[in-house]
């Protein structure tokens, strides 16, 4: 498909733009002159890369001719306003500006960007403010306040109450993008906002069976509770996230026409069964294997016929090539067992079935050490009559 002139970027001599670089996406270049075949750039030095040794400087002399069609003008507010908060107030937006945007933010540790009424999210792996944040973005129109996740939550609340018809929050990202943290940060403020004196905490009574149903605080406490039990069993980590959700889920929360939250639930797919068998050097098999060998008390231990605390004894969880399982690991999945037990027990799962649960992860650590020989010898021959 060829490019229209109008489509071209409108640049002359002396100009900064941003042009393809295989290792960083984009680059900086000043526009030297304009040809029939392009435009003859010199790149711009690049800042210090602080993981090369804080060396990072352009080793590129001369020129080169980039093609116009793949010149995209330099925005120089994004640098003036230190990043925009929405996309949308850029003068230019394409993908090495929004880029530069994002990165120019991220700087700041401002993670969140709008575009328009979508959210972007660059993981900073690390923990940014707590539930303390929410009350202020509540009753809070859209674009009032800094882009985070509080604020699409509450958008979707405000159009749920104003319309009274279903609304969808639709959290996607490759892996490690943040997802599963996002979506806990959306489904507490939904949860924990009704427990604010926006909706009765106080039990309500079923009209026909008269069953007492949950309260507002007892329904979020089982929401957020449901998030270890999910992790445990769906989550394990990869060469590339340490928390990887190995499926998707479909979360809804249910509220009545006043806004009041009576259920949650939750449907998931698409769970990687396989690696229950085998997963690849570098990465472990799912959350709770480990959980339960490190958690587990002797007493348990014995009755499970398990044996170690780090999984290394068992073909399930030893594939990944840890010679030596940090004390800090051990703690840390001990640490988990121990909440994913409390967790159970919130959401209501008996102590037997508990029990019950466990004993079927350790039977699949069991199985998994079991070996098949094939057997040389020939059949022995039925005799006929």
Not at 331 to 357: M, P, R, W, Y
Request: net charge negative; aromatic share 8%.
């Amino acid at each position: 498909m060829s490019t229209t002139s109008s489509e071209l970027p409108s640049v002359q001599p002396g100009d900064v733009a941003w042009v393809p670089w295989r290792r960083h996406g984009y680059r900086l270049a000043t526009i030297v002159s304009l040809t029939s075949r392009g435009a003859h750039i010199e790149f711009k030095d690049l800042p210090a890369d602080k993981s090369a040794g804080g060396s990072r400087k352009s080793s590129v002399g001369g020129t080169k001719i980039v093609p116009l069609n793949q010149i995209k003008v330099y925005d120089k507010t994004i640098d003036e306003a230190r990043g925009h908060s929405d996309v949308t107030m850029q003068t230019h937006i394409d993908e090495a500006n929004i880029l530069h945007n994002m990165e120019v933010r991220y700087g700041e540790d401002l993670v969140y960007t709008y575009v328009s009424s979508v959210l972007l999210a660059v993981n900073p792996y690390k923990q940014l403010g707590g539930e303390d944040r929410m009350a202020e973005y509540w009753q809070k129109p859209p674009h009032t306040m800094p882009p985070h996740p509080y604020a699409i939550a509450e958008a979707a609340y405000r159009n749920f109450i104003s319309t009274q018809r279903s609304q969808a929050i639709l959290i996607s990202g490759e892996s490690g993008a943040g997802k599963t943290e996002t979506a806990k940060i959306v489904a507490s403020y939904l949860a924990k906002k009704q427990t604010s004196g926006w909706a009765e905490d106080t039990p309500q009574v079923h009209s026909i069976t008269g069953q007492v149903l949950h309260t507002v605080t007892e329904l979020y406490d089982k929401v957020l509770r449901a998030n270890p039990i999910l992790e445990a069993f769906g989550n394990a980590r990869t060469v590339r996230n340490n928390n990887s959700s190995r499926f998707g889920k479909y979360s809804s929360l249910w509220y009545t026409k006043s806004g009041r939250l009576v259920c949650a639930s939750l449907t998931p797919f698409l769970l990687e069964s396989a690696r229950v068998t085998s997963h690849a050097t570098g990465e472990r098999n799912y959350h709770v294997f480990y959980q339960l060998l490190a958690g587990c008390s002797e007493e348990q231990q014995e009755k499970l016929r398990l044996r170690g605390d780090d999984g290394r004894d068992y073909a399930l969880t030893n594939q990944g090539g840890e010679s030596v399982v940090s004390n800090e690991q051990r703690d840390h999945d001990a640490a988990k067992f121990a909440e994913l037990c409390e967790s159970l027990t919130s959401v209501g799962v008996t102590e037997g079935d508990q029990n019950d649960i466990f004993s079927i992860v350790s039977a699949l650590l069991l199985l998994g050490g079991v070996e098949f020989e094939e057997d040389k010898e020939e059949d022995d021959e039925v005799e006929e009559g």
